[in-house]
T-cell receptor, first 114, second 112 residues
Framework: DVKVTQSSRYLVKRTGEKVFLECVQD?????MFWYRQDPGLGLRLIYF???????EKGDIPEGYSVSREKKERFSLILESASTNQTSMYLC?????????????FGSGTRLTVV | GQNIDQPTEMTATEGAIVQINCTYQ??????LFWYQQHAGEAPTFLSY????GLEEKGRFSSFLSRSKGYSYLLLKELQMKDSASYLC?????????????FGKGTSLLVTP
């Protein structure tokens, strides 16, 4: 089975800090995605990537950036964390040829910005 | 833009059948997905429809009507472990590429 691993389950950071959320997948998937999930708002797409060094903005990219230097790793960066970025962050990956398999999600990182 | 609607909450009895509806308005439609998410866990893939009709997979079935922008997830012989949030997601092609847009989820409570 594909495994998507997010490095931290829980994080607490201070306002203004630069925050790195790491995601690694082990099945050579081309596509990787970052979502945030908030009560009453569902999952919202922040950024996605179809290949190494490629990135595309999702619906809510403001305040975030990403890095994909290697195929298996997709990092989400909060340049200057703010309290409204307190959320559950979910990473996902997919194999582009088999869309009917959907995404595989990581377990999530619950980030609290104080 | 994308608009995906599903009920916020539903309650059903163990052993019963429940249908969770999802309506969508989108451009670049390419597939309708259902995911299950238990509290505190990651979403897991349940089903995929790209053509009209019913797809059956054990106790779970999913239906799609592209002309009506409508899908439903049918859960039969409900079990307590089916209490979870069910997420409807639409696969969309845009200038940026292909990604899933999710509805806000339906929280299903199964009672004894």
């Amino acid at each position: 089975d594909v495994k998507v691993t997010q490095s931290s389950r829980y994080l607490v950071k201070r306002t203004g800090e630069k925050v790195f959320l790491e995601c690694v997948q082990d099945m050579d998937h081309e596509n990787m995605f970052w979502y945030r999930q908030d009560p009453g708002l569902g999952l919202r797409l922040i950024y996605f990537s179809y290949d190494v060094k490629m990135k595309e903005k999702g619906d809510i990219p403001e305040g975030y950036s990403v890095s994909r230097e290697k195929k298996e790793r997709f990092s989400l960066i909060l340049e200057s964390a703010s309290t409204n970025q307190t959320s559950m962050y979910l990473c996902a990956s997919s194999l582009s040829m088999y869309r009917d398999k959907g995404y595989t999600f990581g377990s999530g990182t619950r980030l609290t910005v104080v | 833009g994308q608009n995906i609607d599903q009920p916020t909450e539903m309650t059903a009895t163990e052993g019963a059948i429940v249908q969770i509806n999802c309506t969508y308005q989108t451009s670049g439609f390419n597939g309708l997905f259902w995911y299950q998410q238990h509290a505190g866990e990651a979403p897991t893939f349940l089903s995929y429809n790209v053509l009209d009709g019913l797809e059956e997979k054990g106790r779970f079935s999913s239906f799609l009507s592209r002309s009506k922008g409508y899908s439903y997830l049918l859960l039969k012989e409900l079990q307590m472990k089916d209490s979870a949030s069910y997420l409807c997601a639409v696969g969309v092609y845009s200038n940026s590429g292909y990604a899933l847009n999710f509805g806000k989820g339906t929280s299903l409570l199964v009672t004894p």
